[in-house]
């Protein structure tokens, strides 16, 4: 069980570094298709294992409490929005002309910390034997939001290096962005095994936190520039997947 968590908490960070070495090899930006594939699939992974992973235990959860089972996850889950909506008015990721490189590593990373924490409060979920989730749903975020940071380590990268930096620095620069992710799930596995009471609302404050990442940032790139249906069909594909395995594995 604790590799499985190692192994799980470790891949989005994986996804970003991969991205990031994309550097060595690519001269230009990942292709506008291709972009829209990854984030399509990542945002279809990652609304499925929201829902059956960390919505419907939250609801499980909840109704143990001795109240109204929708309440813990209602209140996580605007927490997850708000904690996103102030990132965003502090860190804007939209901020990525050449004077503001250093803000936009600054928002990459800060976006990181809520997506390693709802890896660390599944598999914290996981280990209480909370009801619904499964070590298929856990990984199944973890390898969403891994497919999602996967571009991000390009993005931070290759730009860099086409402005002069060699390919070694800007390749560390793009792994140092998602390296906050497993030290933000570590933290949030502890915490919430001694503070087991508040497991719905860690569970649902990781969903809406999802959820806002995918309605705010995936949706408009896999739809961005000239229309296709690739971003919506990949998503469709990702979220039909994920259903199941969740339930054919779970």
Not at 62 to 89: C, T
Not at 203 to 217: K, P, R, T
Request: net charge negative; charged share 10%.
């Amino acid at each position: 069980m604790i590799i499985d968590i190692v192994k799980g908490i470790s891949v989005p960070f994986l996804g970003t570094t991969l991205g990031a070495f994309c550097v060595f090899f690519l001269k230009n930006e990942l292709s506008k298709g291709m972009q829209k594939a990854l984030t399509g699939f990542a945002a279809g992974v990652m609304v499925a294992a929201s829902i059956w992973s960390l919505l419907l235990p939250a609801l499980e959860q909840g109704a143990s409490l001795g109240m109204w089972k929708f309440l813990p996850a209602v209140i996580g889950f605007w927490i997850g929005i708000l904690f996103l909506m102030a990132i965003d008015y502090f860190a804007p990721p939209e901020c990525i002309d050449e004077k503001c490189k250093n803000k936009l590593l600054l928002a990459v990373t800060l976006h990181n910390i809520p997506e390693g924490m709802a890896v660390g409060v599944i598999y914290a979920g996981l280990l209480s034997g909370a009801e619904h989730i499964t070590e298929i749903g856990a990984f199944s975020l973890a390898l969403g939001i891994a497919i999602q940071n996967f571009p991000e380590g390009a993005i931070i990268s290759l730009p860099l290096c086409t402005e002069g930096m060699s390919k070694k620095r800007a390749f560390i620069y793009g792994v140092l962005s998602g390296a906050v992710e497993p030290v933000a799930a570590v933290l949030t596995v502890w915490a919430a095994s001694l503070i087991v009471p508040l497991l719905p609302y860690f569970l649902s404050f990781a969903a809406g936190a999802m959820f806002y990442v995918v309605v705010e940032e995936l949706i408009p790139e896999m739809s961005a520039g000239k229309h296709s249906n690739i971003g919506t069909v990949l998503f469709s594909f990702g979220f039909t997947l994920m259903l199941t395995l969740d339930v054919a594995l779970g």
